[in-house]
């Protein structure tokens, strides 16, 4: 098992930035991709960020890249998004996820934090 808690989340305005930290507890050693997903209201789960968990390889969608940076502490099993000049479209509830496969399903899902971006 492994165990996801978010936090950073909050109010801020168009612009500004906010980091996304994303404890791991648990199957650490098991990790093989963490990423980060968001959710806006009405609106389906999207891919926003994903690393590697041993490794150097990260990926972000084409919304994101440039403004966001996704990283990780393995010494304090953590995951961060940095998230620099956001936007109102940015505003949504964002997850963090662990998946213990090469492939893309995420097997572990953190509770959320919200993110709101004022204009």
């Known amino acids: 098992q492994v165990q996801l808690v978010e936090s950073g989340g909050g109010l801020v305005q168009a612009g500004g930035s906010l980091r996304l930290s994303c404890a791991v507890s648990?199957?650490?050693?098991?990790?093989?991709?963490m990423a980060w997903f968001r959710q806006a209201p009405g609106k389906e789960r999207e891919f926003v960020a994903s690393?590697?968990?041993?490794?150097?390889?990260?990926y972000y969608t084409n919304s994101v890249e440039g403004r966001f940076t996704i990283s990780r502490d393995n010494a304090k099993n953590t995951m961060y998004l940095q998230m620099n000049s956001l936007k109102p479209e940015d505003t949504a509830v964002y997850s963090c996820?662990?998946?213990?496969?090469?492939?893309?399903?995420?097997?572990?899902w953190g509770q959320g934090t919200q993110v709101t971006v004022s204009s």
């Open positions: 996820a662990a998946s213990l496969r090469s492939g893309g399903t995420m097997d572990y």
């Open positions: 648990g199957r650490t050693s098991s990790i093989n991709i």
């Open positions: 690393i590697l968990w041993s490794g150097r390889g990260t």
